[in-house]
C-alpha cells in the first residue's frame, strides 16, 4: 500500500516556515491596530451561491476555481476562494449596519482554489484580508493602499510597484466594454481560446490575459478614462489626488482589471519585482455593488487581499529579518540514568515560571547525544544534573553561545537565568 500524501497543490507549513508566518501575523495584527480594523474569524465554507453570485458566474473562480460539495442534507456549499464576500455576509448577518461607519474588518485563513499549482500558486493558500466597510469616500480606496504599503515596509519589503485603475461602474462600464469589443473585432482570430471566449461573455478580462498575443494587442486597447461617468470620474481623480498627498508612488495601468467581476471603480495590485509570473503579494479594489449582488442591502466597501506564501517568498528573497528563530533557554541534561526524574521536575519547574522555556530528552540518549539535541532544539543553555549536583543542591549550568560554565544552587537558577537574559 503506498503512503498517503496531501494533494496537489497543497501543503504543509512547517516549523522551520510557520515561524516566518507568525512573524507577519504578528505585524499584521499591529498595523491593523494603528489603521482601526478588527480582526474577525470567518467560516471556511459558505452556500454556493455566496460566491457564485458575489464574485461573479463569468470569473474564472467561479467557472473552474471553485471546491464545491454537497454536504449530507444536499445543500451546495463551498470552500471560501476568497474572503471579501464573506465579510460582506457577516457584516450584513450581524448587522454591523447598527455599528459606526465604516466598519474596518481584517482576517487571515486558508483560502482554496482549483489552479494549477506552481512557485506561489497552491490550492490551498493564505490570505490576509483587510476589508473597509460602509463608506463610499475615495480616501477610504487610499487608506486601505497605505495600510498595504506600510504592512510592507514594517516587513522590511522594498522594490514594490503600486498599480491603479479604475474599472467604472454599472452604469459606464458598459459603453466601454462596447468600446473594448470594437476594438477586439478585428484581431478578434488572433487572440487566445480563453479571450476569444470572453470577448462576448467579459471583454474586460481580455485585458487581463497573460498569453503574449493577447498582451500585444491589449496594449494599444482603449483605456477606461474618457468611458468613466461622472462619479467614476470624480472619485478617481479623488483617489488620485489623495495617493500623491500621502506620497505614495504609483502607476496607472489601464489594463488592471482583477479577476473577481465585483469590482466597481478602484482596482489595485502591488507588485514585486522579486517573484516570476505570480508577482502579485496584494489585489484589492471597491465593491460598491457587491452586498447588492448576495441579496443584501446596498452597501459600498474597500479592501484587498495579500497572499501570506508570496509575502514570506518575497521576504525570503529580499532577505528580510523574520525576528529571531524561536529556541528554548534550556535544555536540561541528566548525566545518568538515576537523575532523569531529577532533571525532569527541574524542567518542569523552570516551566513554571512563564519565561523560561525548558525541556529534555525522552529518548534515553547519552550525555554527548543530549548536549548535541541540545544544540539542536537551538537552546541558550544546558542545565546538568548529575548525582554529585542533585546531593548537593545544585545545578552546572553552562551558556552554549559563550562556553562559561558554573554551578548555581537550584533556588537560585531562575534569577541566575534571568541575570543572563535567559
Ligand atoms: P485575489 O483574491 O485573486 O485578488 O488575490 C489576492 C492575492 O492573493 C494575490 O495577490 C496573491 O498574493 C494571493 N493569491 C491568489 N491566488 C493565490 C494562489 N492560488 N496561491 C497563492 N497565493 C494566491
Given at each position: 500500500m503506498s503512503t498517503i500524501k496531501a494533494p496537489r497543490g497543497v501543503r504543509d507549513i512547517l516549523p522551520d516556515e510557520s515561524w516566518k508566518w507568525s512573524y507577519v501575523l504578528d505585524k499584521a495584527k499591529d498595523i491593523a491596530e494603528i489603521f482601526g480594523y478588527r480582526e474577525i474569524h470567518l467560516p471556511v465554507f459558505e452556500h454556493t451561491e455566496l460566491f457564485s453570485r458575489g464574485i461573479g458566474e463569468t470569473t474564472d473562480v467561479v467557472e473552474k476555481e471553485m471546491y464545491t460539495f454537497q454536504d449530507r442534507s444536499e445543500r451546495s456549499l463551498t470552500l471560501?476562494?476568497?474572503a471579501t464576500a464573506s465579510m460582506v455576509r457577516a457584516y450584513n448577518q450581524n448587522k454591523f449596519?447598527?455599528?459606526?461607519?465604516?466598519v474596518k474588518l481584517w482576517c487571515y485563513g486558508p483560502m482554496f482554489r482549483y489552479e494549477r499549482p506552481q512557485k506561489g500558486r497552491y490550492r490551498q493558500f493564505w490570505q490576509l484580508d483587510f476589508e473597509s466597510l460602509g463608506s463610499d469616500h475615495p480616501f477610504v480606496d487610499v487608506e486601505v493602499i497605505k495600510l498595504a504599503l506600510d504592512l510592507y515596509s514594517h516587513l522590511g519589503l522594498s522594490n514594490l510597484d503600486v498599480l491603479v485603475n479604475s474599472v467604472g461602474c454599472p452604469q459606464c462600464r458598459p459603453a466601454y466594454k462596447e468600446k473594448l469589443k470594437d476594438y477586439f473585432r478585428a484581431d478578434l482570430d488572433r487572440l487566445c481560446d480563453t479571450c476569444k471566449t470572453r470577448f462576448e461573455r467579459n471583454p474586460l478580462r481580455i485585458l487581463d490575459c497573460k498569453k503574449p498575443q493577447c498582451r500585444e494587442i491589449t496594449e494599444k486597447a482603449p483605456d477606461i478614462y474618457s468611458s468613466l461617468c461622472d462619479d467614476c470620474r470624480e472619485h478617481f481623480d479623488k483617489v488620485i489626488k489623495g495617493l500623491k498627498h500621502l506620497n505614495i508612488q504609483y502607476h496607472l495601468d489601464k489594463r488592471l482589471v482583477r479577476g473577481l467581476d465585483y469590482y466597481t471603480k478602484t482596482a489595485f495590485e502591488i507588485l514585486s519585482g522579486e517573484l516570476g509570473s505570480q508577482n502579485a503579494v496584494c489585489g484589492g479594489g471597491r465593491y460598491d455593488n457587491l452586498s447588492d449582488e448576495v441579496g443584501g442591502p446596498h452597501l459600498p466597501g474597500v479592501g484587498f487581499a495579500a497572499g501570506l506564501e508570496r509575502i514570506v517568498l518575497v521576504m525570503d528573497q529580499q532577505k528580510c529579518s523574520f525576528g529571531e528563530k524561536p529556541g528554548i533557554n534550556v535544555y536540561i541534561i541528566a548525566a545518568q540514568e538515576e537523575t532523569r526524574i531529577d532533571a525532569f521536575s527541574l524542567m518542569s519547574e523552570l516551566r513554571s515560571n512563564d519565561h523560561v522555556s525548558a525541556d529534555m530528552d525522552?529518548?534515553?540518549?547519552g550525555m554527548k547525544a543530549q548536549f548535541k539535541a541540545a544544540v539542536n532544539k537551538g537552546a541558550s543553555f544546558v542545565c546538568i544534573l548529575g548525582e554529585d549536583e542533585v546531593s548537593r543542591g545544585v545545578v552546572t549550568v553552562k551558556?552554549?553561545?559563550?562556553?562559561e560554565q558554573d554551578q548555581v544552587g537550584r533556588d537560585k537558577l531562575v534569577s541566575f537565568l534571568e541575570k543572563e537574559n535567559c
Open positions: 471560501r476562494p476568497e449596519s447598527n455599528q459606526h461607519q465604516p525522552y529518548m534515553n540518549r551558556n552554549l553561545e559563550t562556553g
